[in-house]
């Protein structure tokens, strides 16, 4: 058997090469499952950094994160909002259903079957406890959120369609 030997260049290269790709991958492959979409979400939530949350103030973030139908939806009723010169419809955070937050004890739990999953997520908001339940979609690879349950009973895509 004959041994094979890599020139410091070419290891070299190669590691370049690895650490260059992944990023996009370990992106795609963090979205893999339901219970790691929401994970990725709601941890722009909590603690000092988490404080920014996830402003759906564009298109391509209302996209991002949203089926193609809900975010029609939300993008539609933005821009009515703003020929109008009001504020929209969803006048706080789709992900919390507040206008301010200070979560901490997050905890998500995904179910997936097939192309549709449903993710309860639990935290503490201000020293009381909420809990939040997404409906997520397969949307090819990726997962997006059908809508969204409140605790006060309102869903995201009833904020639109009570209109």
Known sequence: MTGMTISRRGFAAGLAAAFALPAPLLA??????????????YGSYVGT???KGIPLEDAATIRRYFTPGLASLILDDQAAAKKRGEPPTLDG????????WDI?????????????ATATVSFTNFGKSERVVIELLKVGATW??????WDDASTLRGLFTKK
């Open 28 to 41: 795609r492959a963090a979205d893999a499952t339901a219970r790691n979409f929401v994970e990725q979400i």
């Open 49 to 51: 950094a988490g404080q």
């Open 93 to 100: 955070d789709a992900f919390v259903g507040h206008q301010e």
């Open 104 to 116: 901490t004890g997050l905890n998500v739990d995904a179910k997936e079957a097939g192309s549709k």
């Open 144 to 149: 997006r959120i059908a809508d969204i349950h």
